[in-house]
């Protein structure tokens, strides 16, 4: 299977989630203004949601821009992490109806905690199989990111159990975090391309 399959059929499974959230959200009841006051929470959750599969679309993207070959191992662990994002639909709608309660928070977090360990996995298991490649190695390298956003999933599982709006706080705050533009893949590729023009370079004026 070619990495343009793999990619064309993940995006697929993410704008299905994203359109199943839309499609879970109601208007409000009644016809005046401070009836949105009923919808706020889900819209706020949704707006969450919203981020986290864009972060997700973007960092897969990238992550599968260095591969070369796809193995069995790659297509697995790529479904093994859509499945923990096909949930998100469910624990933003659970939350939604029960946004202060405890086994929602808890819920959301394990299926955050689930999603960023599957995409951990996942990308050890590109790095495995293409490990000759130096700039898949410079790439990806240690996903620091990605080890400090499972343990604060984890904290924000623990602190849910307690209080619920704690939790929604890191959640809020490893979103933004991760919004905020990873230079790591872009500074890398650019320095081997540098590195091959130089060498080309080098080539054509031995040749002349």
């Not at 949704?46 to 897969?60: A, E, R």
């Not at 796809?70 to 297509?75: A, T």
């Not at 951990?120 to 700039?135: E, F, P």
Request: hydrophobic share 50%.
């Amino acid at each position: 299977m070619s990495k343009n399959r793999m990619e064309a059929f993940s995006d697929g499974v993410l704008a299905i989630i994203i359109t199943i959230m839309v499609i879970k959200l109601t208007a409000p009841s009644g016809d005046r203004v401070r009836d949105i006051n009923e919808i706020i929470p889900t819209l706020i959750v949704y707006g969450l949601s919203y981020i986290y599969v864009g972060i997700y679309w973007v960092n897969h993207h990238h992550v599968v821009a260095t591969l070369k070959k796809v193995e069995m191992n790659v297509l697995w662990a790529n479904l093994h992490w859509m499945f923990w994002m096909s949930l998100i639909p469910i624990a933003n709608e659970w939350i939604g109806f029960h946004p202060m309660s405890r086994g929602p928070a808890v819920f959301y977090g394990l299926v955050l905690f689930m999603c960023s360990l599957a995409f951990n996995m996942l990308q050890g298991a590109i790095h495995k199989v293409n490990s000759m490649d130096q700039w898949l190695s410079y790439a990806i390298g240690r996903d620091f990111k990605g080890e400090v956003s499972i343990l604060a999933y984890a904290i924000a599982i623990a602190a849910a159990l307690i209080f619920p709006l704690v939790s929604y706080i890191i959640y809020f705050a490893v979103a933004i975090w991760w919004v905020i533009p990873d230079k790591k893949f872009k500074a890398e590729h650019e320095r081997i391309i540098n590195a091959t023009c130089d060498e080309n370079g080098n080539e054509n004026m031995n040749e002349d």
